[in-house]
Every structure is written in structure tokens, then in C-alpha cells.
């Protein structure tokens, strides 16, 4: 089973960029679908993108898409989430999460990273 762990969080600028990396500890990363997810105080956690094993497909939230691209690289067993046009509504605890190879997208995922933090100033 992998270990999640993300960093890149921080605080940026409304209309700034982020790029969020979840690393991934073992050797069997490639047979993971990965997503990532975010939850502000106050809310439920809720889906922002996900990526398949070899990268090839990818599934985002109405409310990134455009901005954000999710993406990986099995060779370094990394998950990314460049985020772009960011607003003040995308400020959140941002956590990555796997599944092992199944549905897609994938209906659950059943590892978690511990998270990191964006804040967006207006």
C-alpha cells in the first residue's frame, strides 16, 4: 500500500498559481488512480481532479476545470496539481488520495495524505 505525502501549499494572490505535489512511497504507484480533494472550515471535502494510472485520462470538478491540471510522473511516483486563476473560493486543506486500479473515475479511494494548506488573499 502507498504513503501519501503532499506538499507545495501555501499562500498566493487571487489570479495566482499553485503547483501541489503528493509524493508516494513504494513500487507499485503505477497501479494507483490518484485524485486530489480539498475542504475548506466549515465544509465537506470535496473532489477537484483525478488521473488514472498512466496518466492518460484525466476527470476534474465543474469548479477547476480550466484552471487546475492534474498530472504524474511514475518514474518520480509524484502526483501534481498545477492550479491556475486561483480565487479566494479555492483556499482549502488540499489532500491527495489512491485507489487501486478499478472504475473510473474512481467512486472512492482508500489511502489519504495528511495535507497541505492554500490560502488565497483577494
Known amino acids: 500500500q502507498v504513503q501519501l505525502v503532499e506538499s507545495g501549499g501555501g499562500l498566493v494572490q487571487a489570479g495566482g498559481s499553485l503547483r501541489l505535489s503528493c509524493a508516494a512511497s513504494?513500487?507499485?504507484?503505477?497501479?494507483?488512480?490518484m485524485g486530489w480533494f480539498r475542504q475548506a472550515p466549515g465544509k465537506e471535502r470535496e473532489f477537484v481532479a483525478a488521473?488514472?494510472?498512466?496518466?492518460?485520462?484525466?476527470y476534474y470538478a465543474d469548479s477547476v476545470k480550466g484552471r487546475f491540471t492534474i498530472s504524474r510522473d511514475n518514474v518520480q511516483n509524484t502526483v501534481y496539481l498545477q492550479m491556475d486563476s486561483l480565487k479566494p473560493a479555492d483556499a482549502a486543506v488540499y489532500y491527495c488520495?489512491?485507489?487501486?486500479?478499478?472504475?473510473?473515475?474512481?467512486?472512492?479511494?482508500?489511502?489519504w495524505g495528511q495535507g497541505t494548506q492554500v490560502t488565497v488573499s483577494s
Open positions: 513504494g513500487r507499485t504507484f503505477s497501479t494507483y488512480d
Open positions: 488521473v488514472n494510472w498512466n496518466g492518460g485520462r484525466t
Open positions: 488520495a489512491a485507489v487501486r486500479l478499478g472504475h473510473w473515475p474512481p467512486r472512492s479511494y482508500g489511502t
